[in-house]
T-cell receptor
Framework: QQQVKQSPQSLIVQKGGISIINCAYE??????FPWYQQFPGKGPALLIA?????SEKKEGRFTISFNKSAKQFSLHIMDSQPGDSATYFC????????????FGAGTQVVVTP | NAGVTQTPKFQVLKTGQSMTLQCAQD?????MYWYRQDPGMGLRLIYY???????DKGEVPNGYNVSRLNKREFSLRLESAAPSQTSVYFC????????????FGPGTRLTVL
């Protein structure tokens, strides 16, 4: 049973456009919400994460926003580039353990030239 | 510094055969994880080890066993493989200084016929 719901499953965006991925969680042990990026044939790698008491974090073209009351958080990729084509996973700590993450189902992003 | 390494990269088994997936990390991390990745399911935790000598079941532990051989190594064993265990398996590790960031290996693609 997926405790973190991620949408959309896939999206296609033109180069220079904005990619938006949304996640909703049910319960979490701690307000820490990471996003992982995975290229084909590789393991996931941490892209960006937001920590407690912060509602938004920006790193370059990537921004996370967090709405605690709605239990939702999202990833925005500004000025999308073909090199951003990958699968993105959101995650949240499991209710029973800060050290265990529950992952969303993933979003495959394709950026067309 | 190789990070997290996994062997083998690919494996084909027949139903009922057994095998062990190996994982090692050279980052002096305490916590290690085994996940499976299936299309549309994200990453699901199989087993978790918070430190040497301890293991804990995750979301989908049935049909698997683990051994935390030492601080570096965490192996996953399939005693009697089933077609439902066809998946990509990822090992990950986490250290105290990395604020809950998990570092993933390159994965093992397992097919059970």
């Amino acid at each position: 049973q997926q405790q973190v719901k991620q949408s959309p499953q896939s999206l296609i965006v033109q180069k220079g456009g904005i990619s938006i991925i949304n996640c909703a969680y049910e319960n979490t042990a701690f307000d820490y919400f990471p996003w992982y990026q995975q290229f084909p044939g590789k393991g996931p790698a941490l892209l960006i994460a937001i920590r407690p008491d912060v509602s938004e974090k920006k790193e370059g073209r990537f921004t996370i926003s967090f709405n605690k009351s709605a239990k939702q958080f999202s990833l925005h990729i500004m000025d999308s580039q073909p090199g951003d084509s990958a699968t993105y996973f959101c995650a949240a700590p499991r209710p029973d353990s800060w050290g265990k993450l529950q992952f969303g189902a993933g979003t495959q992003v394709v950026v067309t030239p | 510094n190789a990070g997290v390494t996994q062997t083998p990269k690919f494996q084909v088994l027949k139903t009922g055969q057994s095998m062990t997936l190996q994982c090692a990390q050279d980052m002096n991390h305490n916590s290690m994880y085994w996940y499976r990745q299936d299309p549309g399911m994200g990453l699901r935790l199989i087993y978790y080890s918070a430190s040497e000598g301890t293991t804990d079941k995750g979301e989908v532990p049935n049909g698997y066993n683990v051994s935390r051989l030492n601080k570096r190594e965490f192996s996953l064993r399939l005693e009697s493989a089933a077609p439902s265990q066809t998946s990509v398996y990822f090992c990950a590790s986490r250290g105290m200084s990395s604020y809950n960031e998990q570092f993933f290996g390159p994965g093992t693609r397992l097919t059970v016929l």
